[in-house]
């Protein structure tokens, strides 16, 4: 692929760490870093991909399955965020929990068996918006080789294309959790609910999509420009029949569309603040 300015600092970055644990989702971000630790440091690197049940079983399948495409060494580990009930009651400072226990875990592994650094795909784009794991990231020293060499998720998505990775176009998917109102609990039940309905919305034919979980109310959000898909009267019909099957009451269509992060818009000035 052409050497870029970018990608150049990347990969010095990523020598420069040495023996590196890389964490690991299967997102764009996560598979470019992987994909660049691979190609750099060859078996001095390890992809791991937290397995729980906020992380739906399609996306640790495509996970997985990139790694074998790309012969990319990758472990899975158990986590086990959602018996913390500072994470489980669900309040702004969730997403610090999950990545904290997260980074332990990595951490030592890296000790137990010989690695050097631990690091993540948070990239410049992700600066401007609401995420208390990176605080988390910060406080157990991880690397942020995408950060550092200033590749925001555009630049990330033209790499990864550059490279062959057909990831390149792979819609944005955060944890379950994050579907799941502020104040409501986290539980199995209520993470079954999402991951069904967005399977269920994916087997119709759209492609970005998130169900949020507003307790009785399902509130569905479909990317713009596949909007008018959603909006017939049947696809309304049957997106009341696969959400009230999956036990809600109320089935709603937010005509804003798909946006990342619409959760954190109730949440309080005071609480943004808290995650700088």
Known sequence: ???TPQLDLLNARLRALG???VAYSGGVDSAFLAWAAHEQLGDKMLAVIADSPSLARTQLADALLFAEEQRIPVEVIGTGELENPDYAKNDGARCFF???ELFAVME???AERGFDAVAYG???????DFRPGQRAAQQHGVAAPLLEAALGKQAIRELARSAGLRVWDKP???CLSSRIE???SVTREALGQVEQGEDALRALGFRQVRVRH???TVRVEIAREEMAQALTPAMAAEFTRIFKALGFTYVTLDLEGFRSGSMNAVLPASTLLRAL
């Open 1 to 3: 692929m052409p050497s």
């Open 182 to 184: 502020y104040g409501r």
């Open 108 to 110: 030592r592994m890296r």
């Open 19 to 21: 023996k590196v644990m």
């Open 172 to 174: 944005a998917s955060a």
């Open 214 to 216: 507003h307790g009785e």
């Open 122 to 128: 948070v990239n410049l784009d992700d600066q401007g």
């Open 98 to 100: 999950c990545k904290d």
